[in-house]
C-alpha cells in the first residue's frame, strides 16, 4: 500500500484526532470516539485505515507510557477494523447506521473479553482467574459498550464528511 504526502498528512491527522478525542472525553470513564473513527475511516479508507489505527496506538504508548496495558491495543482496535472490512461494501444507509452503530457498541461491550488473552498471559493467569477478571470489568464493558453504540449514530455523517472531503481534495 503506497502511500502519497496527502494520505500521509490525512491519516497522521486522522491518527491524532483518535487520540485527542480520546483525551477530551476522559472525563466520562470508558466513553470515546475511537471506536467510531475507526469504524468511519475502515470504511472510507479500507485497508489504509490501519494506518491511522497504529498512529492511534502508537500515540497511546508514547504519551501515556508503553506499559503491559498498552500490548492488547497491539490487536484489540484490528479487531473492529476486520470486522468492518468483512461488512458489506453497500448498504441502504438505514441499514448501514444499524450495523455499523451494533458493531461499534459490539466492540464495546467485548472490549474485557477480547483483552483478556493478553491479560491472561501477561499475569499468568489460570482460565478461571482469567474469566473472574473479565466478568469483574463486565460493568465497565457495559458502559464502553452504550457509549460507543450512542455515539455510532455519528458514524453515517463522519463517513460522509470524509468522502466528500476525499472528493474534493485529489
Given amino acids: 500500500m503506497k502511500l502519497n504526502i496527502r494520505e500521509i498528512t490525512l491519516f497522521a491527522m486522522l491518527g491524532s484526532l483518535m487520540y485527542a478525542s480520546k483525551l477530551a472525553m476522559e472525563v466520562l ?3 470515546h470516539l475511537v471506536g467510531v473513527f475507526i469504524v468511519s475511516i475502515t470504511v472510507v479508507y479500507r485497508a489504509k485505515a490501519l494506518y491511522p489505527i ?4 502508537l500515540m497511546q504508548g508514547v504519551f501515556a507510557g508503553f ?4 500490548i492488547p491495543y497491539l490487536y484489540i482496535w484490528t479487531v473492529l477494523w476486520a470486522i468492518v472490512m468483512l461488512l458489506p461494501k453497500k448498504m441502504h444507509p438505514t441499514v448501514a447506521m444499524i450495523v455499523y452503530m451494533l458493531v461499534c457498541g459490539i466492540h464495546g461491550f467485548l ?3 477480547l ?8 499475569f499468568s493467569l489460570t482460565f478461571e482467574k482469567a474469566v473472574a477478571w473479565w466478568v469483574a470489568g463486565i460493568p465497565f464493558d457495559i458502559t464502553h459498550g ?3 453504540l450512542v ?6 455523517p463522519l463517513i460522509k464528511a470524509m ?6 481534495t485529489r
Avoid: D, S
Avoid at 497504529?54 to 496506538?57: A, D, K, L, N, P
Fill in 29 to 31: 470513564p470508558n466513553i
Fill in 54 to 57: 497504529y498512529i492511534f496506538v
Fill in 67 to 70: 506499559n503491559m496495558w498498552w
Fill in 111 to 113: 472490549y474485557g473479553l
Fill in 115 to 122: 483483552y483478556m488473552p493478553a491479560q491472561a498471559v501477561m
Fill in 146 to 148: 452504550i457509549g460507543n
Fill in 151 to 156: 455515539f455510532g449514530v455519528l458514524i453515517l
Fill in 163 to 168: 468522502r466528500l472531503a476525499r472528493k474534493y
